[in-house]
């Protein structure tokens, strides 16, 4: 029972947009730039600041090699939007970014993600994510650096009576 409240309750934060913060927390994106697993000495700051916060994480090598990352975060309330912009310098000196806009929508919400990697190409992310009567669905349209664009569209639908989800993930990729 407590398996299912907790299924059910994730993907009702999910679709009104909670899953956005939770994977800026854990997901990798470019902090493999400030990963390693030598021995190593890390430094971060935060800072709230009036519309949002900000961070900033300096990673030493015990070979004196640095890497680091600031993101500033900029919460708009009336507009419904929270931006993230992030910058990353990597042990090997180049520099990448992320910078994320998503909006509330009336069913849920939708981000914009543009990005630079370390050669200094660009690509984009384009997530638009619905509440359903039963669930939810999420388009999301990836174009890599390459020109490439992929495609993954997910549709959850839940039966409340079986206490019982169904995920379909279609995933496609155009050349």
Same mark, same amino acid.
């Given at each position: 029972?407590?398996?299912?409240? *907790?299924? /059910?309750?994730?993907?009702?934060?999910? *679709?009104?947009? #909670?899953?956005?913060?939770?994977?800026?927390?854990?997901?990798?994106?470019?902090?493999?730039?400030?990963?390693?697993t030598?021995?190593? /000495?890390?430094?971060t700051?935060?800072?709230? /600041?009036?519309?949002?916060?900000? +961070?900033?994480?300096?990673? /030493?090598? *015990?070979?004196? *090699?640095?890497?680091?990352?600031h993101?500033?975060?900029?919460?708009?309330?009336?507009? !419904?939007?929270?931006?993230?912009?992030?910058?990353?310098? #990597?042990?090997? #000196?180049k520099?990448?970014?992320?910078?994320?806009?998503?909006?509330?929508?009336?069913?849920?919400?939708? +981000?914009?993600?543009?990005?630079?990697?370390?050669?200094?190409?660009? #690509?984009? %992310?384009?997530?638009?994510?619905?509440r359903?009567?039963? !669930?939810?669905? +999420?388009?999301?349209?990836?174009?890599?650096?390459?020109?490439?664009?992929?495609?993954?569209?997910?549709?959850?639908?839940?039966?409340?009576?079986? %206490?019982?989800?169904?995920?379909?993930?279609?995933? !496609?990729?155009?050349?």
């Amino acid at each position: 029972m407590v398996k299912h409240w *907790a299924t /059910t309750a994730l993907v009702a934060w999910m *679709a009104v947009g #909670g899953a956005a913060e939770a994977r800026d927390n854990t997901r990798a994106h470019g902090s493999r730039a400030t990963r390693t697993t030598q021995p190593h /000495t890390r430094t971060t700051e935060r800072q709230r /600041t009036e519309t949002g916060r900000t +961070r900033s994480d300096t990673v /030493t090598r *015990a070979d004196g *090699a640095t890497a680091s990352r600031h993101a500033v975060v900029t919460k708009d309330t009336d507009a !419904g939007t929270r931006t993230r912009n992030v910058d990353y310098t #990597g042990f090997d #000196g180049k520099e990448r970014s992320v910078d994320h806009v998503g909006t509330r929508t009336e069913s849920g919400y939708t +981000r914009e993600t543009n990005y630079s990697a370390a050669d200094g190409r660009t #690509g984009s %992310k384009s997530d638009v994510i619905q509440r359903t009567e039963d !669930g939810y669905s +999420r388009n999301t349209t990836h174009t890599t650096p390459d020109g490439a664009t992929h495609t993954r569209d997910v549709d959850v639908s839940c039966d409340k009576d079986a %206490k019982k989800c169904v995920k379909q993930v279609d995933v !496609g990729q155009q050349p």
